[in-house]
């Protein structure tokens, strides 16, 4: 996020777009629903009728995949009725003549065709938008998980960009994270692409750095993302596989893919506190404890680093993630020998610029958002004021591209997929929570009244869904929640392993995996 | 030729007793007599003496028939209108006298009036703006855009005029708070919520002359730079609200309402909320939740709604009756306006008389005016030749005056430092066989009820000292339930959020310290006065009076009575069960209640 | 800020002209009591407990309403302060069941604080006690409105933080309640389980059913910590004891003022699943069986430098998680770097 969770609460307008905030993001939906109390105007653009649209001043649902004509649309609003920010789009952008070119024929009406949302209700989020003095845009993987998933996200920051709705309190640009840690993980380099604080592997000196601080000598080619790894072991270019606290069985798209490709691997480690999915595929798996059991830092959302604290024992021979590491590392001789978490951390910090003035005692109670260069910095819980880190603010001119899969006679529905307040990803915590597993402890696939009428469908009745990769079978909740053509499932349960369905078509720049979009068929099991 | 002018009361009261069937059955006569062309017929608001409704003036020569029936029309119609023979037994009878009355202004529940806010009810058409129009409507508001809203609230301030409502604020001063609260929206909010059981005044305001009440709100508006405003209504009272949004419609109608009003720069619009009816939703913070569309439960002030009210916005919130001052204040002038009442409280007060008294109804008294006047005077006196006992005033949170306060004079200082208050103006009067703590009880029993319960000591604590006094009318009173009644009273008081709370105890502090002796008596010596508390009344034969009829006997259902025939019987107390039959059946007057 | 001079207890004061007489006494260090305060809810003056005595005022006004001006004299233990507190006590007494042996609140209940600083040992009124029937149909909660006191912060909890507006003031008079829109039990109405409102109940009416009976607050430690769940980073303080996890509070001085979902809130509880891996695993033949720590981190060491000596570093990638530290994610992806590959990910994306 650029700006904090607490200023959502202050903002004049918040546009949510692909987030099912108050179900995924609870304490962010409290503030939402505060800020609309207070004044704000909401737009909500969602293909689901979510709880949010109930606050919405605006609610404009779309057809899945369509995100870049709806934002292109606005943006020719904003532009043509003269509602921009032109002393900001002079001041601090770049590139505005392309994107002017570009969003010149998406009229709203001209989008009203492609998502399916009427012309004056686009124009009417447009206004809202660009007219309120500070305005918040939050999104999540309804915007990110399509094969034009980086795309979306620029057309995103062009309307922030256009109305100088960034660098600003009570606005931004805010994706949230939907992981606990997925912000942290970013931050520390577990990614193909960057070393910690995004510093490039492909930069020659970010190399010399890591390569002098940590004695070895590093590869200057990008590796492989998730998707891509799989793809690599299926074809016998990755061999062994080294898997923390993932359950990519089920979370990532194409299950049956996924498994064909691990059952490839040469080896496989998992390390996980449950035997997970995944974990049934490994030669070898390593016990980790829980974050009640070990002590370190998260990274929400907000881009806050706070910390976690050892409250228990591990549990049985278990042992932190961090200390089998560690382990690993000295039997494959590279002399490493970490005491505690906190001696983790003082490297990390003395070779992340962004991490550098934060340390265990300064965490307190409260955490530190992060750029924090020196000790005595405060933190930036606001990004980009007075100045983009990449220097201008670079609009980006994008088109819109119809989603990999679409509907046909063989695959009439569109399934999208997504999660509830109940549950947490593939469940491995949260299905072992007795409570929340009391409240709910299986899919509920979500169909439109008139749907579930063609199929003579009832309340709870078995449904046989089937993709061209796989099927499962689900109950139904007959609900208007969805509109008509579209099914909703979670990948919370394994017994309706939804990504089994899923396909693996992603986005080429993110590699994020289009889990947003799939065709199916349903029919009464 | 000029038409006599008949007016009609078609206020609620009336109504109810059978008005309109009256007004149809004079228009049918006239017509068939074919002399209605001679008559104007004016269904006019309340005249204030509902108890002998429905009530039918003729002018010019102000002949004041009552309790007029539809079946008295053709005699009315014949002898009077046609033949110029007075009707005498449709005239007031007065009370005491037993004389009839035959005008208005003659009779003694007028006579001590001084009806300045209530000078239209009865007199115009209230559905016709016309009317108010003659009366000189709309002229204060006329006067008053001629001024700067300073001086609008100078005027008023110097007027003396004291909310209506209850608490008897400066109207001005709220005025003038309001008018310096910033904010970038306004409101004018009117109280018409009158949950006292009993009281009526706002309502008859409303029904008789509701343009009154929307010319007070117009001045209020500009004076505090409101362009919106609501009348909060109780939906138990449809046919004011008809009135009023008929009234409304008029006023849009002649620009009176609405943009640039009389061609000024100033706009104001006018809405009516419908409330449910909770009796605390006329607090004013609760009446704004309620707006709101929340529970209506009261919010601490301050703020004070002049600061934040309505949605946060500064708010001037006035009862019907002050708003209906206003025009009054503005049409004849400050110095005319303050004629009339004490130093501190200048102008009327309207009053709904109920109770043991012979002339119930409606009174708009000069403030100073004594009880005694109101009651003996106004009021006709005692019914039945009873002994007066106790007036109470100020409705259900009010206190209790005796005999001894009677000529103290009304006006809002000197009523709270007697432990009452000047309240809305429902003023209940009661003769000696009212029981001083079953009073307390009842009144309790009606603010426990309606307490919101959002804070401790008004939830808790009124029921415990309702509980109390249950015990104390049913006989178990103890030693020590005065000092916790009084502990209780004082705790409530001190510490509850709103004035229902602050004001639940008054009935029974004021009872106790006019009437403890009362108490003590329920308590010590089991015996209650009035013969009111069943529990603690014995039924006693008088010996030298008994003739030994023994029908007494025969009825008792358990037995308790013995005696020969043609001698006195005896009541068994021990086997009685007070159910009073023995009492109701003796023709000799042989059976009292000790 | 404009600047007020006030006497508290005789101690005389420069406060800021916004304060309430609760801020400005908090600010000086004298503790008031209440129960329907709450700094980030909307100010109620609901249960009287913080009244005070203001030279000139009619009545008892309540701190926490009250805001402060130029020259307030103010007791905040006078005699009439103490009677009408004893006297509110004593009538939430008259009230509520007399169970604080067993009731879970007893350590942290503000009931018992204040009756016990005001000496309150029960009620002198006698009459009607209410009797609400228990409401346990949730997992995570149960509510006693016999012990509700009426403070309302779980409403205002509710409706202003949550926004799910599940309950509220019912009923009048003595007959009010504090409940569910229709008065029907919490799980049909439209509570989303947060848990919020039994975190600010000052009584035992709203208890956890997590740690029942084994969570008196002298008896556990609180460890600060951050939830596992989502991207939004709720902090809080685990209650321990024996090793267990009894209980939660939230961080109401955190970022996020203490405010949490159900996830957070009460999914605590798989750390003690009875199927968490307690020791390692090798697979033998297609099966696991249980190794030493030593068998298999050597196992997995010799595998990695084997194929990295056969097929180069490339060959070997590594799945991060979004769900472990900083810390471990740091020294996954170096790991990884310092076998000679930049084969590693996690499921960001998912
Ligand atoms: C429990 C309670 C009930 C009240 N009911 C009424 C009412 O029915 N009508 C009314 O005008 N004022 C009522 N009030 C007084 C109002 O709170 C408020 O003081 C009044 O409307 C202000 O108008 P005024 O200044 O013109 O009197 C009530 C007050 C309390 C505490
Ligand atoms: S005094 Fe009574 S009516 Fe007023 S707020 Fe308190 S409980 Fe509600
Ligand atoms: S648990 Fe949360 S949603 Fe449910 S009643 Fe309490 S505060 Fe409201
Ligand atoms: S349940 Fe608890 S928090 Fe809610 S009103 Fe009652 S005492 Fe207050």
Request: with cysteine.
């Amino acid at each position: 996020m650029t700006n904090t969770i607490n200023e959502v609460e202050d903002a004049k307008a918040i546009f949510v777009i692909g987030s099912n905030t108050t179900e995924n993001h609870p304490v962010i939906g409290y503030r939402i629903k505060r800020a609309v109390k207070k004044g704000a105007k909401l737009i909500v653009a969602d293909p689901r009728r979510i709880e949010l649209c109930d606050y919405a001043d605006v609610f404009l649902q779309l057809k899945p995949g369509t995100n870049i004509a709806l934002l292109n649309a606005m943006a020719h609003v904003i532009l043509k009725e003269g509602l921009a920010d032109e002393e900001f789009i002079k001041a601090r952008t770049e590139n505005f003549d392309a994107l002017k070119a570009t969003v010149e024929k998406y009229t709203p009406e001209y989008a009203e065709k492609i998502t399916g949302v009427p012309a004056e209700n686009i124009i009417r989020a447009a206004r809202i938008y660009a007219e309120a003095e500070t305005a918040s845009i939050l999104y999540t993987m309804g915007v990110t998980q399509h094969t034009t998933g980086t795309d979306n996200v620029l057309s995103i920051a062009n309307l922030a960009l256009l109305t100088g709705n960034i660098g600003k309190p009570f606005s931004g640009v805010n994706p949230l994270r939907g992981q606990n840690n997925v912000q942290g993980a970013c931050d520390m380099g577990a990614l193909p692409d960057v070393f910690t604080g995004y510093q490039s592997v492909t930069d020659e000196k970010a190399r010399a750095k890591f390569t002098q601080a940590w004695g070895v000598e590093l590869s200057g080619t990008p590796g492989l993302t998730v998707t891509e790894m799989f793809s690599a072991a299926e074809n016998r270019d990755i061999r062994a596989m080294y898997i923390m606290g993932e359950n990519p069985y089920l979370s990532d798209p194409d299950s049956s893919h996924v498994r064909y490709c691990m059952e490839q691997l040469e080896f496989l480690v998992v390390q996980d506190l449950f035997l997970t999915e995944t974990a049934k595929y490994a030669d070898v798996v390593l016990p980790a404890v829980s974050w009640a059991e070990k002590e370190g830092t998260f990274v929400n959302t907000e881009r806050r680093v706070q910390k976690v604290n050892q409250a228990l024992k591990p549990r049985g021979k278990a042992k932190a993630d961090w200390q089998i590491i560690n382990e690993i590392g000295k039997r494959l001789g590279f002399g490493w020998n970490y005491r505690c978490a906190e001696d983790i951390f003082t490297e990390i910090a003395a070779l992340t610029p962004s991490y550098a003035g934060i340390n265990y005692e300064r965490l307190g109670v409260t955490g530190i958002n992060w750029p924090c260069p020196t000790e005595d910095h405060p933190g930036t819980p606001i990004l980009h004021v007075g100045k983009f880190s990449r220097g201008l603010g670079r609009f980006s001119a994008v088109e819109h591209q119809d989603p990999a899969e679409k509907p046909d006679e063989d695959f009439p529905f569109l399934l999208t997929t997504g999660r509830v307040l109940y549950h947490y990803h593939t469940g491995t915590m949260t299905r072992r929570s007795k409570g929340l597993r009391k409240v709910l402890n299986e899919e509920l696939m979500e169909i439109n009244p008139h749907d579930a009428k063609a199929l003579k469908l009832q309340e709870s009745d078995l449904v046989k869904v089937s993709s061209r990769r796989g099927e499962v079978k689900s109950k139904v909740r007959i609900t208007d929640r969805v509109p008509r053509g579209v099914v909703f499932m979670t990948f919370h349960f394994k017994e309706t392993a939804a990504n089994l369905l899923t396909s693996s078509h992603s986005c080429p720049t993110a590699k994020i995996p289009e889990l947003k979009v799939t065709a199916v068929r349903v029919e009464k099991a | 030729m000029e038409r006599r002018r008949i007016l009609l009361c078609a206020g609620t009261g009336c109504i109810s007793s059978g008005s309109l069937a009256v007004k149809e059955a004079l228009l049918n006569e006239l017509e068939k007599r074919g002399i209605a062309d001679q008559f104007e017929i004016v269904t006019s608001g309340c005249h204030g003496f509902c108890e002998q409704g429905p009530i039918v003036i003729v002018h010019p020569e102000d002949i004041f028939y009552c309790r007029v029936q539809a079946e008295d029309v053709p005699e009315l119609v014949e002898e009077y209108l046609v033949n110029g023979r007075v009707v005498d037994r449709l005239l007031f009878k007065d009370p005491i006298s037993g004389e009839a009355v035959k005008n208005h202004m003659e009779i003694g529940f007028y006579a001590k009036q001084s009806r300045r806010v209530l000078h239209n009810c009865g007199v115009i058409d209230p559905e016709n703006v016309d009317e108010y129009l003659a009366q000189g409507g709309y002229e204060g508001l006329k006067n008053a855009l001629q001024m700067s809203p300073v001086e609008v609230i100078e005027e008023v301030k110097k007027s003396g005029l004291r909310g209506r409502g209850g608490a008897g604020f400066p109207t001005g001063l709220k005025w003038e708070f309001t008018y310096k609260a910033q904010g970038d929206k306004k409101y004018v909010v009117c109280n018409a919520d009158e949950g006292d059981p009993g009281a009526f005044m706002d309502r008859s305001v409303l029904e008789g002359d509701p343009h009154a009440v929307i010319e007070g709100m117009l001045i209020a508006a500009y004076a505090i730079g409101a362009d919106e405003g609501y009348v909060y209504v109780r939906a138990e009272y449809p046919l004011a609200i008809k009135r009023l949004r008929l009234a409304i419609e008029a006023a849009n109608r002649l620009g009176y309402l609405g943009k640039n009003i009389m061609g000024t720069d100033f706009s104001f619009q006018l809405k009516i909320k419908e409330g449910a009816g909770a009796f605390v939703c006329g607090e004013e913070t609760a009446l704004l939740a309620s707006i709101e569309g929340e529970r209506g439960m009261p919010r601490p002030r301050p703020p004070f709604p002049a600061n934040s009210g309505l949605w946060g916005k500064p708010t001037c919130l006035n009862n019907v009756e002050t708003f209906a001052n206003i025009p009054l204040i503005f049409r004849i002038g400050v110095e005319e306006y303050t004629k009339v009442g004490t130093e501190r409280s200048k102008g009327t007060k309207i009053f709904a008389l109920t109770g043991k008294i012979n002339n119930t109804g409606l009174a708009e008294v000069p403030m100073g005016i004594t009880m005694r006047e109101i009651i003996f005077d106004i009021g006709g006196g005692i019914k039945g030749g009873k002994k007066f006992k106790a007036v109470q005033i100020g409705g259900p949170s009010g206190g209790c005056l005796p005999e001894e306060q009677l000529d103290l004079p009304v006006d809002y200082d000197s009523l709270t430092a007697a432990g009452a208050m000047m309240g809305s103006g429902g003023l209940v009067i009661m003769d000696e066989e009212t029981c001083m703590v079953d009073l307390a009880r009842f009144f309790l029993t009606f603010t426990q009820k309606e307490s919101c319960g959002k804070c401790t000591p008004c939830r808790e604590g009124t029921k415990r000292m309702l509980e109390i006094l249950e015990r104390i009318t049913q006989g178990n009173g103890e030693d020590g339930d005065l000092e916790m009644l009084e502990e209780l009273a004082t705790t409530i008081k001190d510490s509850s959020l709103c004035g229902l709370g602050q004001t639940a105890p008054n009935p029974v502090l004021s009872t106790l310290r006019y009437f403890r002796e009362e108490y003590e008596e329920h308590i010590y010596e089991k015996k209650c006065r009035a013969g009111v508390c069943t529990n603690l009344v014995s039924y006693f034969i008088l010996p030298d009076k008994c003739v030994g009829c023994t029908v007494c006997a025969r009825n008792c259902p358990v037995n308790a009575i013995s005696g020969e025939r043609k001698a006195p019987h005896e009541i068994d107390q021990s086997v009685c069960i007070k159910c009073g039959v023995c009492y109701e059946k003796c023709k000799f007057d042989a059976i009292i209640l000790k | 800020m404009t600047k007020v001079n006030i006497t508290i207890n005789g101690q005389q004061l420069e406060v800021d002209a916004s304060m309430t007489i609760l801020e400005a006494a908090e600010s000086a260090g004298i503790e008031i009591p209440t129960f329907c305060h709450d700094p980030e809810l909307t100010r109620v003056g609901a249960c009287r407990i913080c009244v005070v005595e203001v030279a000139g005022a009619r009545n008892l006004p309540a701190a926490c309403t009250t805001p402060v001006s130029e020259g307030m004299v103010i007791e905040t233990e006078s005699e009439r302060v103490i009677k009408a507190r004893r006297v509110n006590l004593q009538l939430i007494w008259a009230n509520h069941p007399q169970d604080c042996l067993t009731c879970e609140k007893t350590g942290s209940c503000k009931l018992q604080d204040y009756s016990y600083r005001y000496n309150v040992t029960g009620s002198p009124y006698q009459g009607e006690a209410k009797v609400f029937e228990l409401d346990n149909t949730n997992p995570f909660f149960f509510r006693d409105l016999n012990k509700c006191i009426y403070c309302g912060k779980c409403v205002r909890k509710c409706f202003e933080v949550n926004g799910a507006g599940a309950i509220e003031f019912m009923y009048r008079g003595f007959n009010s309640k504090v409940t569910t829109a229709f008065d029907v039990p919490l799980e049909e109405s439209s509570c989303v389980m947060c848990g919020m409102c039994v975190d600010v109940c000052p009584v035992g009416a709203l208890t956890p059913l997590q740690g029942l009976h084994n969570n008196r607050p002298w008896e556990v430690e609180k460890v600060l910590t951050t939830c596992p769940y989502c991207g939004c980073g709720c902090t809080y303080y685990l209650h321990v004891k024996n090793d267990k996890i009894v209980g939660l509070t939230p961080n109401f001085e955190g970022p996020l003022k203490g405010h949490m979902c159900v996830k957070g809130r009460f999914g605590w509880d798989f750390v003690d699943s009875p199927d968490r891996l307690k020791t390692p695993l090798i697979k033998k033949d297609g099966e696991f069986v249980e190794a030493t720590w030593d068998e298999a981190l050597d196992l997995v060491a010799s595998k990695f430098k084997e194929v990295r000596a056969q097929y180069g570093p490339d060959a070997i990638a590594g799945l991060s998680s979004a769900r472990t530290t900083n810390e471990e994610n740091y020294l996954f992806q170096k790991l990884l770097r310092s076998l000679g590959t930049n084969n590693v990910d996690h499921c960001a994306r998912l």
